[in-house]
């Protein structure tokens, strides 16, 4: 079993800053991707940002500038660091990431999601 356990989510003001962390856990032998999505009351769930391999990263457009993603492979850990936030960045967000477990399968896992509210 893999596990991913999300951190740092809250209530800021627009302009405020969050940083938001995932940790995976589990029967992991290498994982190839990590990142964030986020999901609004009414919308579909959208990718924010996205480790893939060791330093192809990619931001959704509304996020580029203001947010950035980190990961510590040692750690099995990716960290968004979100600035300048604004009202519409309002959101679960949810870390996922894609693995080779140990038994050499390929697989996907969810976190369970952190709230991120910014005020206006």
């Known amino acids: 079993q893999v596990q991913l356990v999300e951190s740092g989510g809250g209530l800021v003001q627009t302009g405020g800053s969050l940083r938001l962390s995932c940790a995976a856990s589990?029967?992991?032998?290498?994982?190839?991707?990590m990142g964030w999505y986020r999901q609004a009351p009414g919308k579909q769930r959208e990718l924010v940002a996205i480790?893939?391999?060791?330093?192809?990263?990619n931001y959704a457009d509304s996020v580029k500038g203001r947010f950035t993603i980190s990961r510590d492979n040692a750690k099995n850990t990716v960290y968004l660091q979100m600035n300048s936030l604004k009202p519409e960045d309002t959101a679960v967000y949810y870390c996922?990431?894609?693995?080779?477990?140990?038994?050499?399968?390929?697989?996907?896992?969810w976190g369970q999601g952190t709230q991120v509210t910014v005020s206006s």
């Open positions: 996922n990431a894609a693995y080779l477990a140990t038994n050499w399968r390929s697989l996907e896992v």
């Open positions: 589990g029967s992991i032998f290498s994982i190839n991707a």
């Open positions: 480790v893939s391999g060791t330093t192809t990263i």
